[in-house]
């Protein structure tokens, strides 16, 4: 897309030159201007996260060399605290600063710089003014040596790709910026033109790609009744390996194994990697928690809701996936087996409920440790669950008329178009109740604000399904530890499940496990090989320089294995619930 710079951005008042002479060393120069200043004192400032990604990353921690000059000449520019500067503007108009960005974090919302490419991930590469966030810029790219793309959802100024403009610092702190020698190929979907910008090489078929995730595309707009964009960009990064993936207002970043592609379980995990992403360009993108916009770039913006806005979005992108026929029906049980089987092998399930997951979420979940897994879950992963939960539950008691979908597209029309403002707890939930035709307050202090344990077999049964435990009849002996063998052939304890005999015998997180009943140990697979529940051992390990021998009672092991089986003989509204949810 192009627009001209006399009718956008010809009062724009700040402007960027961004050049790479130092590539190679993963830096970006950057040039600021800003003119028609009319202040005393201008504070500058570094967004200290990225909308998307609920962790502070302190992205100012990477800016080197800040200087700043008017007319000519040298003037101050001290740092005031972490993420700001402050310049004095008295009698001044127009400021030039000029500053580096170290750019070497390979993830999907860091910026990565080296001779091959540049990502720039906008909120750790453009210092704004403080209280200019609905300015225009106008940004200049000069690309290293024989770079000849950019790819962007900003728009072209006259034409030209190494120009563009952003409307505002909320726009451009939402739309990353490859530039490089990416391929770049793309479709046209419902007046929207998509663009697909590979970078890394891969053994990706570009039709079947368009193809498919035109499909994609067509279904998730299907669900709002719209596609809000005129441009959309996929940009994807591949690596040998490779995953991940971070949403925007009109494209997303995607990380990818470059080798994955004609691999059947790999392709299906990319496309609902994509079907994950481009369905957030509604789902939190626009409509959103309340709490989430407009951003407040300096501090934590916390909401209870984000088992709405990423455990839906995860949902659906298994569905979705299923409802293009791409795959068949085990293909997409497989993947709801995944979610129950991580959530209910996880002792967090019972300590944290969603709601606090999604709060928690600046402190907690991009910040695991070795005790994560008995404290905490994901709202991704139970998100997802409750969202199936929803749908089926929508869907039975309609009669098939409606499904979650409709609760969606209900939101989205009456907060992003009509009240033009996100969404609360409250809001949401009445929209549920609406076409589920009854009160939920029962299923909100079960699961949302509970812990109550999931009752799969009642929400699947209303679609002629149940979960059968594979491991059920197993009497099998566990320690409930996790290890890593170093290149020494060391046995290392990375992780203690609560409630297991390591955890009640007291085997500790970094021990290294070097004997069972007094006999070396080499294989983790055969710490226990032959062992009972109820059987007593004396465990030897190394704990900080020091062997001990630690009396250990085996117990039987708590894990689960679910699988979605049909019940015998579905009824007629069994198979109702079942084609509509299914897509069958």
């Not at 540049?118 to 770079?147: D, E, Q, R």
């Not at 626009?286 to 407040?296: A, E, K, T």
Request: glycine residues 6%.
């Amino acid at each position: 897309m192009s627009t001209t710079i006399s009718k956008a951005a010809a009062n724009a008042q700040i402007t960027y030159n961004v050049s790479f002479p130092e590539a190679q060393a993963h830096y970006a120069d950057i040039e600021m201007h800003i003119t028609s200043l009319q202040q005393n004192t201008l504070e500058l400032k570094m967004p200290v996260w990225t909308p998307g990604s609920y962790l502070v990353r302190e992205f100012a921690k990477n800016v080197e060399s800040l200087t700043a000059e008017a007319n000519g000449k040298p003037i101050a520019a001290p740092k005031i605290n972490k993420n700001t500067w402050q310049i004095v503007t008295k009698g001044i108009s127009s400021v030039t600063v000029k500053y580096r960005v170290y750019a070497f974090e390979l993830s999907v919302r860091t910026s990565f710089i080296d001779a091959s490419h540049g990502f720039l991930s906008t909120t750790g590469i453009f210092i704004y003014p403080a209280n200019m966030l609905h300015s225009p810029a106008v940004i200049h790219i000069k690309p290293y040596k024989n770079w000849d793309k950019v790819s962007t959802s900003l728009d072209m100024v006259n034409n030209d790709p190494f120009t563009r403009l952003s409307p505002s610092f909320d726009i451009l702190f939402d739309s990353p910026i490859e530039v490089g020698n990416q391929d770049v190929f793309g479709f046209d979907a419902s007046g929207v033109h998509y663009e697909i910008c590979m970078y890394g090489g891969g053994n990706y078929d570009k039709e079947k790609l368009k193809a498919d995730i035109h499909k994609i595309v067509d279904q998730e707009a299907a669900v709002f009744g719209e596609n809000p964009n005129k441009h959309y960009v996929f940009i994807v990064h591949n690596r040998q390996r490779n995953g991940g993936g971070l949403e925007h207002l009109s494209s997303t970043v995607l990380g990818a194994s470059r080798d994955n592609y004609t691999n059947d379980k790999g392709y299906q995990s990319f496309l609902g990697l994509v079907a994950h992403e481009h369905f957030h360009l509604w789902n939190v993108k626009r409509l959103r928690p309340i709490v989430l916009g407009p951003f407040d770039y300096d501090n934590e913006n916390y909401t209870t809701n984000l088992w709405i806005a990423e455990g839906f979005t995860e949902y659906y992108q298994g569905i979705i996936v299923r409802r293009t026929q791409l795959f068949p029906v085990q293909n997409y049980f497989d993947v709801l087996e995944g979610e129950f089987n991580v959530l209910e092998n996880l002792p967090g399930k019972n300590v944290q409920t969603v709601a606090e997951s999604s709060f928690d979420a600046w402190i907690k979940a991009y910040r695991p440790n070795e005790n994560s897994n008995n404290t905490t879950i994901s709202y991704y992963n139970k998100g997802a669950i409750i969202g199936m939960m929803l749908d089926l539950e929508i869907i039975n008691d309609s009669k098939g008329k409606y499904s979650l979908d409709d609760a969606m597209k209900y939101m989205y029309t009456q907060y992003y178009k009509i009240k033009k403002r996100g969404y609360t707890d409250a809001e949401f939930k009445a929209a549920f109740e609406k076409f589920a035709g009854k009160k939920l307050d029962d299923f909100y202090a079960k699961y949302i604000n509970g812990l109550t344990p999931i009752d799969y077999n009642k929400y699947l049964g209303y679609a002629g399904y149940k979960v059968e435990d594979e491991l059920a009849d197993k009497n099998d002996a566990a320690l409930g530890i996790t290890t890593t063998t170093t290149a020494a052939k060391k046995i290392i304890v990375t992780g203690v499940q609560r409630g297991t005999a390591a955890y009640i015998d007291g085997i500790n997180v970094n021990d290294e496990i070097t004997a069972i009943d007094g006999t070396p140990v080499t294989d983790a697979a055969t710490l226990i090989n032959g062992k009972n529940p109820g059987d007593k051992i004396e465990v030897t390990v190394t704990r900080d320089g020091q062997a001990m021998t630690l009396p250990v009672t085996l117990l039987k092991s708590n894990r689960v294995k679910y699988n979605i089986v049909t019940v015998d003989s579905p009824t007629e509204q069994q198979m109702v619930v079942r084609k509509k949810w299914l897509s069958i």
